[in-house]
């Protein structure tokens, strides 16, 4: 009996695990590459943990913007470290598997974050555009239990939606070849594995992205439309100048990751992708858990005052 090449595939159920093919080519280069993400992920992990206990250790900075930068820090976190461990171990193995559990797991938690930093930054750029705004209503309007339930409404979404999403996809029977050529788990890798035809799910896939990922992005410049047309109005260049720079590092943040996440993941959805976009996807991977920090830190008065309070304090009570 002769079998399309369909019912071939159809019949060959991968195994238990798959395999992440990520940078399997550079073979000697791999112990460099490990020592390198190595040292750029305890950056990352340090340096959003630095902003965390800033913030909470000084009373200075327990105002709205900075609640937000906590979550936001906690998300980059957990984002970095879903893919970290797995990539720093598999650059040292030669049996680069992940159970599909294990797949499942790590998609979730990537996608999880993702939609929840949109929603986050969404609700960073809300509130920039009330303290700009509408200034004497700030305190009223932020208070704290509308930051609450900003960051609360942030995390639902982005753990109903995506939960919700990978369930879907790993309800699905995968079947043919068990590679997928990339370092983490890339939701369009999986998908082209999955037995049965997907076209209409990939445009259910798409239509969700544009609604949850384009949506608080048009919230976001919807927000900076009004902003920018308050602080023109404003009769000083002085007075434009410092409402412009208490949301300077915000759109910092939203321009980074906006212009590095679009970069990175318009690629082509086929079954594999070339070896520059792994490049390009893990430069984005380190670049945007690595950059809040620095801008936040670099950028702001506030931070380096508490940061400059907190050395000073430690230092004394080590003297001391």
């Known amino acids: 009996m002769i079998y399309s090449e369909r019912n071939y595939r ?17 073979n000697e280069l791999q112990i460099l590459l490990f020592v390198v993400l190595l040292v750029i992920y305890l950056l990352a992990l340090m340096g959003n943990l630095l902003i965390i206990l800033l913030i909470k250790m000084n009373p200075s900075l327990h105002i709205p913007m900075y ?4 979550h936001l820090s906690i998300v980059e976190i957990c984002y970095i470290t879903s893919v970290f461990p797995q990539l720093l171990v598999h650059l040292l193995v030669k049996e680069k598997t992940i159970s599909i559990a294990g797949c499942a797991a790590q998609m979730a938690i990537i996608t999880i974050m993702g939609l929840t930093e949109c929603c986050l930054l969404a609700a960073m750029a809300y509130d920039r555009y ?31 939606v995506e939960v919700a999403q990978t369930t879907w996809l790993f309800s699905l029977r995968f079947c043919g070849s068990n590679h997928i050529h990339h370092f983490f788990c890339f939701i ?21 992205s544009v609604l949850f990922i384009l949506g608080p992005f048009l919230l976001i410049v919807l927000s900076y439309i009004l ?23 915000h759109l910092m943040v939203v321009s980074f990751f906006y ?3 679009l970069f990175a993941y318009l690629v082509p ?17 380190i670049l945007i858990p690595l950059s809040n920090p620095i801008i936040y830190t670099l950028r702001n008065k506030e931070v380096k005052a508490a940061l400059r309070k907190t050395a000073e304090r430690t230092s004394f009570h080590t003297t001391g």
């Open 10 to 26: 159809e019949n060959q159920t991968v195994s238990d695990v798959f395999i992440l093919e990520g940078f399997s080519h550079l």
């Open 67 to 70: 609640f937000f930068l906590v």
């Open 130 to 160: 009330v303290a700009i705004c509408h200034p004497l209503h700030y305190t009223t309007i932020m208070s704290g239990q509308m930051c609450v339930q900003l960051a609360g409404a942030s995390w639902f979404l982005g753990i109903s």
């Open 188 to 208: 369009p890798l999986v998908m082209k594995m999955a037995c049965t035809d997907i076209s209409k799910n990939e445009i259910m896939l798409s239509a969700v």
């Open 227 to 249: 902003i920018i047309s308050t602080i023109l109005k404003l009769p000083s260049v002085e007075g434009r100048r410092k409402a412009f720079s208490t949301c300077s590092s």
């Open 259 to 261: 212009g590095t996440s």
């Open 269 to 285: 959805k086929s079954t594999s992708i070339p070896d520059s976009d792994q490049l390009i996807t893990l430069m984005n991977t």
